[in-house]
């Protein structure tokens, strides 16, 4: 078979990052992702049947990876909640010259760290969106402390994984943390992100009042520990950079709200029983799945990726308005960040 060329979309726009959900279930209910009110005792969450298996996600992430795909990032729900999970680690590491990472809540990572470094495993993304304990009990809405997520942090970089931590910003909420994240780990080696508060599916109550600029973040770290702007690493970085003036790390802001960066998007998405979502905040997606299982040939595979790729128009974030912001979206939990 004739290897097709790296796919560009409507925007000339590669697809380049390949986030893949391995499931929707979490054991958070972060107030802005999962609230409990919409995903409680009685939400039906999918059966293990309905979930891709390694094998096809393997076979999936390899035909993107003919179209160009260099990053594949594993998440959920909390992916740590799938098992053996470091057995589709060892596999997407099998696959070639590619940058694999892992999002987590970080519960789990004292357990699991070391097995994920064996498979191949180098980086991970741990959300922590406040370090007062109150704070974030509150937001992950299981009483889970903070304490035992900072645990996992240490306990993954001591298994040798790089670490960045991401944390989501909303208004009244944990604002007055933001200057106590940057300097708890500034001079660690670890990357610190803040994120947007976003709208991203329709349960979480999303209001812009809620939203805290980017701008505004780095104004208040930056009046406490200077900051100054840095080269962005690759096109399509979502995080814009800065650097601390004293040489001690750098942190991230991600402004899909208040800047968006749509013209530069590499990202795709496939969500845990296998619908390609080509932009988070999709409204619908492609049923891959039924095309691994119904018997598809690799050829039928990349014809199919590369014609959805190629057709891809989106530009959600730069085109919000009151009218988009009511579209039924598709939910973090199901589709991974």
Same mark, same amino acid.
Request: hydrophobic letters at 40%; aromatic letters at 6%; a negative charge.
């Given at each position: 078979?004739?290897? =097709?060329?790296?796919?560009?979309?409507?925007?000339?726009?590669?697809?380049?990052?390949?986030?893949?959900?391995?499931?929707?279930?979490?054991?958070?209910?972060?107030?802005?992702?999962? =609230?409990?009110?919409?995903?409680? &005792? /009685?939400?039906?969450?999918?059966?293990?049947?309905?979930?891709?298996?390694?094998?096809?996600?393997?076979?999936?992430?390899?035909?993107?990876?003919?179209?160009?795909?260099?990053?594949?990032?594993?998440?959920?729900?909390?992916?740590?909640?799938?098992?053996?999970?470091?057995?589709?680690?060892?596999?997407?590491?099998?696959?070639?010259?590619?940058?694999?990472?892992?999002?987590?809540?970080?519960?789990?990572?004292?357990?699991?760290?070391? #097995?994920?470094?064996?498979?191949?495993?180098?980086?991970?993304?741990? #959300?922590?969106?406040?370090?007062?304990?109150?704070?974030?009990?509150?937001?992950?809405?299981?009483?889970?402390?903070?304490?035992?997520?900072?645990?996992?942090?240490?306990?993954?970089?001591?298994?040798?994984?790089?670490?960045?931590?991401?944390?989501?910003?909303?208004?009244?909420?944990?604002?007055?943390?933001?200057?106590?994240?940057?300097?708890?780990?500034?001079?660690?080696?670890?990357?610190?992100?803040?994120?947007?508060?976003?709208?991203?599916?329709?349960?979480?109550?999303?209001?812009?009042?809620?939203?805290?600029?980017?701008?505004?973040?780095?104004?208040?770290? #930056?009046?406490?520990? =200077?900051?100054?702007?840095?080269?962005?690493?690759?096109?399509?970085?979502?995080?814009?950079?800065?650097?601390?003036?004293?040489?001690?790390?750098?942190?991230?802001?991600?402004? #899909?709200?208040?800047? =968006?960066?749509?013209?530069?998007?590499?990202?795709?998405?496939?969500?845990?029983?296998? &619908?390609?979502?080509?932009?988070?905040?999709?409204?619908? /997606?492609?049923?891959?799945?039924?095309?691994?299982?119904?018997?598809?040939?690799?050829?039928?595979?990349?014809?199919?990726?590369?014609?959805?790729?190629?057709?891809?128009?989106?530009?959600?974030?730069?085109?919000?308005?009151?009218?988009?912001?009511?579209?039924?979206?598709?939910?973090?939990?199901?589709?991974?960040?």
């Amino acid at each position: 078979m004739t290897t =097709p060329p790296s796919t560009l979309d409507t925007l000339g726009r590669p697809v380049r990052d390949l986030r893949i959900s391995v499931t929707d279930r979490c054991n958070f209910r972060c107030v802005y992702c999962m =609230p409990k009110e919409v995903f409680g &005792r /009685g939400y039906r969450f999918m059966d293990r049947k309905e979930l891709l298996s390694f094998e096809e996600i393997e076979r999936l992430a390899g035909a993107f990876v003919v179209h160009g795909v260099e990053k594949l990032r594993i998440t959920g729900g909390e992916p740590l909640l799938r098992r053996d999970l470091d057995v589709l680690i060892e596999r997407l590491v099998g696959l070639g010259n590619l940058d694999v990472a892992l999002t987590t809540n970080g519960a789990l990572l004292p357990q699991k760290a070391g #097995s994920l470094v064996a498979a191949g495993l180098e980086r991970v993304t741990v #959300s922590l969106d406040s370090l007062d304990d109150d704070t974030f009990r509150s937001m992950n809405d299981v009483g889970f402390p903070v304490t035992r997520v900072l645990d996992g942090i240490d306990a993954a970089a001591a298994a040798g994984l790089k670490v960045k931590i991401n944390a989501v910003v909303k208004r009244g909420v944990n604002d007055d943390q933001v200057v106590a994240l940057a300097r708890h780990f500034q001079g660690t080696g670890h990357i610190l992100r803040f994120i947007e508060y976003m709208d991203v599916g329709a349960t979480n109550g999303w209001r812009l009042d809620d939203v805290v600029p980017a701008a505004e973040i780095v104004s208040l770290i #930056s009046a406490e520990l =200077p900051l100054e702007p840095a080269e962005e690493n690759y096109r399509g970085e979502v995080a814009r950079r800065f650097r601390y003036a004293d040489g001690s790390g750098e942190i991230g802001v991600i402004a #899909s709200v208040t800047q =968006p960066f749509c013209g530069d998007c590499t990202r795709s998405r496939i969500s845990a029983e296998g &619908r390609l979502y080509t932009c988070l905040f999709a409204t619908k /997606g492609h049923d891959l799945r039924a095309l691994v299982r119904g018997g598809a040939d690799d050829a039928e595979i990349h014809a199919t990726i590369g014609r959805i790729g190629g057709r891809r128009t989106d530009r959600y974030s730069e085109e919000r308005s009151s009218r988009t912001a009511e579209l039924p979206r598709v939910e973090m939990s199901y589709i991974g960040g």
